[in-house]
Each structure stands twice: as C-alpha cells, then as structure tokens.
C-alpha cells in the first residue's frame, strides 16, 4: 500500500524559508506527477506546484510563483517544495499528492493524499 508523508513544515518569519518534502513509500510503479496543494484556514484547498515524476516538468499556481520550486528525486521516491520569501498568507495546512496518470493542477486528478504539514508564517 502505497503511502504519502510529508514534514518540514513550521513555524517561520515573513520572508524566510522552508523546504517541505514528501516521501512515498510502498510504491510498485511510479506516479505521472507529484502534486503540492495547501489549505488555510476557512478556505478552500489550492494548487500550489506540480512536477511529472519522470522529467521534472514543473507548473505553479501564480501565488507562489518565483517564490516556491517544486523539485523531486526519483531515487529517493520524494518530492520536495522549498519555499523561499514566505509571506503571512502563505499559512496553511501543506498537502503532497500523487497523480497516476496525468500531470494537473485539479484535486480530481489526484489519487494519493498525505496527511499535510502546518506551515505557519509569523509576520
């Protein structure tokens, strides 16, 4: 059974950084993309970044771009979303998931959840 868990989650000034990762175990084929998605409070979950497992084709939601890279390693079946100048609204609840047949930045593409990390940003 295949299994998501995410840390480095945390509690950070406005304008530091963190670097989340996602670590997949279980697996028995690879996925077709890595998904990172968040969830404030009162509010809905959204895209953040993705990246297809095989050749690292990244998208970001324009929130986070230039900010967020989204990265993975195939070897080590992680992902990773090193979050750099981080602002009070990027506080949320950080989800990683997996999508087996296709790169999107929807929830209902996705097939595997982890549990989230808390990201807090203090201003």
């Known amino acids: 059974q295949v299994q998501l868990v995410e840390s480095g989650g945390g509690l950070v000034q406005a304008g530091g950084s963190l670097r989340l990762l996602c670590a997949a175990s279980g697996r028995t084929r690879s996925p077709y993309a890595m998904g990172w998605f968040r969830q404030a409070p009162g509010k809905e979950r959204e895209f953040v970044a993705v990246?297809?497992?095989?050749?690292?084709?990244?998208d970001y939601a324009d929130s986070v771009m230039g900010r967020f890279i989204i990265s993975r390693d195939v070897d080590k079946s992680t992902a990773y979303l090193q979050m750099n100048s981080l602002k009070p609204e990027d506080t949320a609840v950080y989800y990683c998931?997996?999508?087996?047949?296709?790169?999107?930045?929807?929830?209902?593409?996705?097939?595997?959840w982890g549990q989230g990390t808390q990201v807090t940003v203090s201003s």
């Open positions: 990246t297809t497992w095989s050749y690292g084709v990244t």
């Open positions: 998931a997996e999508a087996v047949d296709y790169s999107t930045t929807t929830e209902d593409g996705y097939d595997l």
